[in-house]
Nanobody
Framework: QVQLVESGGGLVQPGGSLRLSCAASGGIFINVMGWFRQAPGKQRELVATITVGGGSNYASSVKGRFTISRDNSKSTVNLQMNSLEPEDTAVYYC???????????WGQGTLVTVSS
């Protein structure tokens, strides 16, 4: 069973930055990790994912502003969010996919609020 623990959410002004972190335990090396988000009244959507080899994928709405990275030795994934906009306000969920079993795991979510 994979457990994901997130940290780093909070309140930030438009144009500001935040860094989210997620630590995984109980998983295997063959995986994809990333971040999804869910705004009030909207469906959960992809933000970014990254493979063990460092291959990344971003939603078009965050490309150029957000950067995903991971430390395989620590089983952590980070999301550096710059130039934040009010539209980025959402609960952000850490995501982990076991590529052998194709099972998905989710963190508990961390709230990011972008407001002046």
């Amino acid at each position: 069973q994979v457990q994901l623990v997130e940290s780093g959410g909070g309140l930030v002004q438009p144009g500001g930055s935040l860094r989210l972190s997620c630590a995984a335990s109980g998983g295997i090396f063959i995986n994809v990790m990333g971040w999804f988000r869910q705004a009030p009244g909207k469906q959960r959507e992809l933000v970014a994912t990254i493979t063990v080899g460092g291959g990344s994928n971003y939603a078009s709405s965050v490309k150029g502003r957000f950067t995903i990275s991971r430390d395989n030795s620590k089983s952590t994934v980070n999301l550096q969010m710059n130039s934040l906009e009010p539209e980025d306000t959402a609960v952000y969920y850490c995501y982990y996919r076991n590529l052998v079993t194709q099972m998905d795991y989710w963190g508990q979510g961390t709230l990011v609020t972008v407001s002046s």
